[in-house]
């Protein structure tokens, strides 16, 4: 927390020497071993952890695929096929990025949900919110890019569909689309400038990310109570206490991990990408990820192109205005009765939309999509900001220690003699 | 609530439509494959046969681009022996050049060298074929899937099924039938009772005993040479050159999960440990009881 001045006391003479230089021993120490943690965390606190540890995965693996691959529209199949093959390890390295996308679409939906669910959106996190919001922005259009660069069908299908979205936009929509391609259409070009992107936009992620936890470091970390720390009763270090958490639960996302790359390695891609590329010949069903299912649906639920562009983008630029939208001065759904069950009809919706994208827009398909879809905005601006008025929520503890004492069976609580001393190192 | 109605309207409906979809195209069989399952491995004298199968069968119309001769003596696949495929290479012809005087020219095959593709281009192999080029198999079984539908989409992911491209190329290679009573096929096409839309331009590729099988002491073919037996061979052989690191892949994934719960189990008792220090972990939040609303 930038309010709480640094504890660290550099012990060398090069310590201090380099402490009153470049202070950056002390930011870390302050940021991840001293800083305040509330001590009820779930394990759905530990996703921003194995987000960070996706981000880096995704980095290295990336990097080690980007010195075998071939940004060419004659090559690109071919130089993946290689590393598959022939380099060594080349299959591992392959499958752990290509599943490794997937993974990190998984921890960042539980991620958002968890703020969805525990109201850590609203004052004061706002900033941290929406910083949450671009760089979830981003990790689509990298991911979109990335999918791209095996030139397989759905690569090319996919990037002519949604580049086409583009050109919805009045008046420079064919311009934009233009630069998009490198061309009149998504060849070569378009393949080089996906690449080039694809290797910028993560370290963009990475920046931004920087952010985001830095203004996570100014009011702290929600909890599943919704109130603020108290007092240092209410709070651990973050190290070791949230560190060994993070740890154990990022191992134990490794294991889900590896269980797809291992034994699914091709299931949550499409059987269409091993055919090469082929402009002359269209897939019977061009479908996106499944991470952008939800998306997709909204976006054909609309039958006018230019509103199916709009409804998708509002799909996830309302997101920015949550704080806004809901009116209810009490963060956790655990003691908002009435609005935990408009989440999970939300969630549900969600699922509903994500297998919807999956179908081919026909028949009952669209008018479901369009009912979802509906649905999805009127959560955001109709049920959020009514519920605020018109719930009655149930009575929020005093402090984060009574509720957690209320948790333990038997109301022994806590010894008094172990509580948290936050400041200490640990 | 007419909202509601028509929401679950639609939802059955769906969910209804998905089979009437599914009777126009049949579900493939799923089959026993030695290479399922987490533990599986190729059988290396079933890689062989297929192997025998698209060389004298499939091979004339279909390449086998992404695969080295050398690839067949690896760990993990056929496993013929380095002699057996520096003779099988020598059998092929494969371009080379320009030499010096700038002239291409034809060598003997080495292990190092792709299979060469039966046709010299695409718009060749398509003008040799009705006007569709045969594809590739390199990758079939990894390239061609089938719908599995609600909820068999969510239960494969812990049966691990993911030989769908197996079963649905058996499928089709047993599939050429009589077509039914009313369907015309159009010129040029063959009826397949498991092909999307039943029209497939290829012709039967193959028959019983078309392709002689090594023989035991009896002098009994080893396994029955029948066009089922001949699918199920070649498409085992056909998943290896798709997936050539399989083996390796199962394998090692076995070694890395079992490291990986080891660790965790690890974790969570220091996580404990550590806990202790404050008086153990607690989680998540109380609601106090209704009765002392503020």
């Not at chain 1, 470049?22 to 001590?39: D, E, K, M, T, Y």
């Amino acid at each position: 927390m930038s309010q709480h001045p640094t504890t660290y006391v550099p012990k060398s003479a090069f310590g201090k020497w380099f402490e009153s230089r470049l202070p950056i021993a002390g930011l870390v120490h302050s940021s991840f071993i001293a800083f305040p943690v509330p001590r009820n965390l779930t394990y759905f606190w530990t996703f921003g952890a194995i987000l960070a540890f996706m981000l880096v995965a995704q980095i290295v693996t990336g990097v080690f695929l980007a010195m075998y691959y071939t940004p060419n529209a004659g090559m690109a199949f071919q130089s993946v096929e290689h590393i598959m093959r022939d380099v060594n390890y080349g299959w591992l390295i392959r499958y752990l990025h290509a599943n490794g996308a997937s993974m990190f679409f998984v921890a960042v939906y539980i991620h958002i949900f968890r703020n969805f669910y525990y109201g850590s959106y609203k004052a004061p996190r706002e900033v941290l919110y929406i910083l949450g919001v671009v760089i979830f922005i981003l990790m689509m259009a990298t991911a979109f890019m990335g999918y791209v660069l095996p030139w397989g069908q759905m690569s090319f299908w996919g990037a002519t569909v949604i580049t086409n979205l583009f050109s919805a936009i009045p008046l420079v929509g064919e311009t934009i689309v233009s630069y998009l391609w490198g061309g009149y259409s998504v060849g070569n070009p378009t393949l080089n400038r996906f690449f080039s992107l694809h290797y910028l936009l993560p370290f963009m992620i990475a920046g931004v990310v920087i952010l985001h936890i830095w203004a996570l470091h100014v009011p702290g970390q929600n909890n599943p109570t919704g109130i603020p720390i108290k007092s240092g009763k209410d709070a651990v270090p973050f190290t070791p206490y949230a560190t060994i958490k993070d740890i154990f639960a990022v191992v134990v996302f490794m294991i889900f991990f590896a269980y797809w790359v291992f034994y699914m390695p091709n299931y949550l891609g499409h059987a269409d990408n091993y055919i090469p590329a082929n402009p002359a010949v269209t897939p019977s069903h061009i479908v996106p990820e499944w991470y952008f299912l939800p998306f997709y649906a909204i976006l054909r639920a609309i039958p006018d192109k230019l509103g199916g562009v709009i409804a998708m983008g509002a799909a996830i630029v309302i997101w920015v205005f949550m704080p806004w939208l809901d009116t209810s001065k009490v963060r956790s759904t655990a003691y908002r009765p009435l609005y935990k069950q408009f989440f999970w009809i939300f969630v549900i919706v969600c699922f509903l939309l994500g297998w919807l994208g999956s179908r081919p827009a026909e028949g009952w398909y669209v008018i479901a999509s369009q009912i979802c879809t509906a649905y999805y905005f009127a959560h955001f601006l109709i049920v959020l900001p009514v519920l605020g008025f018109v719930e009655r929520p149930l009575p929020l503890p005093n402090s984060i220690l009574e509720s957690v004492m209320g948790v333990q069976k038997g109301g022994a609580g806590i010894p008094a003699g172990a509580n948290a001393e936050p400041h200490s190192k640990g | 609530m007419m909202k509601r109605t028509l929401l679950i309207a639609a939802a059955v409906l769906g969910f209804a439509a998905p089979a009437f979809a599914a009777g126009e195209t049949p579900v493939p069989p799923q089959l026993k494959w030695s290479f399922q399952g987490p533990f599986g491995t190729f059988d290396r004298a079933q890689l062989q046969r297929g192997f025998k199968v698209y060389r004298e069968v499939c091979a004339s119309c279909h390449g086998l681009s992404y695969v080295a001769f050398r690839n067949l003596s690896q760990p993990g696949g056929p496993e013929f022996s380095e002699a057996q495929v520096r003779a099988l290479a020598a059998e092929y012809k494969i371009q080379d050049g320009p030499n010096e005087a700038g002239d291409m020219f034809e060598r003997p095959g080495r292990a190092a060298d792709h299979f060469p593709s039966p046709f010299p281009n695409e718009n060749a192999a398509a003008a040799a074929n009705g006007g569709k080029a045969p594809p590739d198999l390199s990758l079939m079984p990894k390239a061609r899937t089938f719908e599995r539908g609600f909820p068999w989409w969510i239960t494969d992911i812990f049966r691990q099924y993911s030989e769908n491209g197996a079963d649905y190329l058996v499928a089709l290679l047993n599939g050429y039938e009589e077509p039914p009573q009313g369907f015309t096929v159009p010129e040029g096409g063959h009826y397949n009772h498991y092909y999307p839309g039943h029209v497939i331009a290829m012709p039967k590729p193959i028959s019983d005993g078309q392709v002689e099988y090594p023989k035991n002491e009896a002098g009994q073919p080893q396994v029955p040479e029948t066009v089922d037996q001949y699918a199920r061979d070649v498409t085992a052989f056909l998943t290896w050159t798709a997936e050539p690191h399989l083996e390796a892949r199962k394998r090692l994934g076995f070694q890395v999960i079992l490291f990986l719960i080891v660790l965790a189990g690890l974790l969570y008792f220091t996580k404990k440990k550590v806990w202790a220090r404050v008086g153990g972990e607690v989680e998540g939040h109380a609601t106090p009881p209704m009765t002392h609303n503020p």
